[in-house]
């Protein structure tokens, strides 16, 4: 079965990576300095920034290659 694009944008997350969250989040529940946060905080909101960025033009980009390839082997166009 070949797989698109959006199907494995929505496959579950591994448990290594939910350990490493779980852990993260622990270690911020812990912290008690206010300043620390602070800049955590803003370095989080930066980084999400910049993440949605990318992966929104590259989702963009994926689905249109997309497109085109099922448009060329609809008609045929691919060279064997």
Do not use: G, W
Request: net charge positive.
């Amino acid at each position: 079965m070949e797989k698109s694009f959006i199907s494995v944008l929505i496959e579950p997350i591994p448990v290594e990576k939910k350990l490493a969250t779980e852990i993260k989040i622990r270690d911020i529940i812990s912290c008690t300095d206010i300043e620390v946060l602070k800049n955590y905080t803003i370095k989080l909101l930066q980084q999400n920034v910049n993440h949605n960025y990318v992966l929104t033009h590259a989702l963009v980009r994926i689905l249109e290659m997309e497109d085109e390839m099922n448009k060329k082997k609809r008609f045929n166009l691919f060279s064997n």
